[in-house]
């Protein structure tokens, strides 16, 4: 139980991560965006081109990897809840038998 807390904590730090690097991503694109309608030149505007689509390329990475842990996360949150829900059910169980009497002849 506690392995699968340790994996949903490292899960959604690396979504934290991810969506910070997809943010470093979109305010990079915002400056070129900038620089180019500030310069305008036609080399410039290959360039930069250039890394706006490298820049899409890394956020649509980022936002799939994103949706990969947040499916395992999920996936996850479902085995801890089976998980509780068996426990619940031994531990019934487990009160049955404890008050079961064996009769004696």
């Known amino acids: 139980m506690e392995k699968f807390k340790e994996k949903i904590t490292q899960l959604k ?26 310069k305008g030149t036609f080399i410039q505007l290959i360039f930069s081109r250039n890394n706006v689509m490298s820049v899409e390329a890394k956020i649509a990475g980022y936002q799939s990897k994103i949706a990969m842990l947040q499916d395992e996360i999920a996936r996850t949150e479902d085995r801890i809840s089976e998980a509780k829900q068996q426990q619940a059910e031994n531990d019934a169980l487990q009160g049955q038998t404890d008050s079961y009497v064996v009769p004696t002849s």
Not at 19 to 31: C, F, I, P, V
């Open 13 to 38: 730090l690396e979504i934290d991560t991810a969506n910070a690097r997809a943010d470093q991503a979109e305010q990079k694109l915002s400056e070129l965006t900038a620089a180019l309608s500030s």
